[in-house]
Nanobody
Framework: EVQLVESGGGLVQPGGSLRLSCVAS????????MGWARQAPGKGLEWVSG????????TYADSVKGRFAISRDNAKNTLYLQMNSLKPEDTAVYYC???????????????????WGQGTQVTVSS
């Protein structure tokens, strides 16, 4: 059974940093494209970042490029999202996602994912 459990969210001041974690079970993350999406209050799900299976190629939404970094620790079967220079508009529930097919495709849309975690709240406010 695929399970994705996010953690690391919280309240942070503008300009601050957070690192989100997504512990995966039931599969090996190095083989699958994975990524992050977020949903702000009253808005739809927005894709944030993706990482491919195998090679680990990464891609980012323009809104977070240069501030966020996605990575994975294969030994811990865990996906990360390092978020720096946070802005109030980054406030959202952040979700970890997984593609159903193994492979080197770099996911770059919420439609590319088939499984999601329960989410972790990030609030950026002074």
């Amino acid at each position: 059974e695929v399970q994705l459990v996010e953690s690391g969210g919280g309240l942070v001041q503008p300009g601050g940093s957070l690192r989100l974690s997504c512990v995966a079970s039931g599969f090996t993350i190095s083989r699958y494209g994975m990524g992050w999406a977020r949903q702000a209050p009253g808005k739809g799900l927005e894709w944030v970042s993706g990482i491919s299976g195998y090679s680990g190629s990464t891609t980012y939404a323009d809104s977070v490029k240069g501030r966020f970094a996605i990575s994975r620790d294969n030994a811990k079967n865990t996906l990360y999202l390092q978020m720096n220079s946070l802005k109030p508009e980054d406030t959202a529930v952040y979700y970890c996602g997984k593609r159903s097919r193994a492979g080197a495709y770099v996911p770059h849309s919420t439609k590319d994912y088939d499984d999601w975690g329960q989410g972790t709240q990030v609030t950026v406010s002074s």
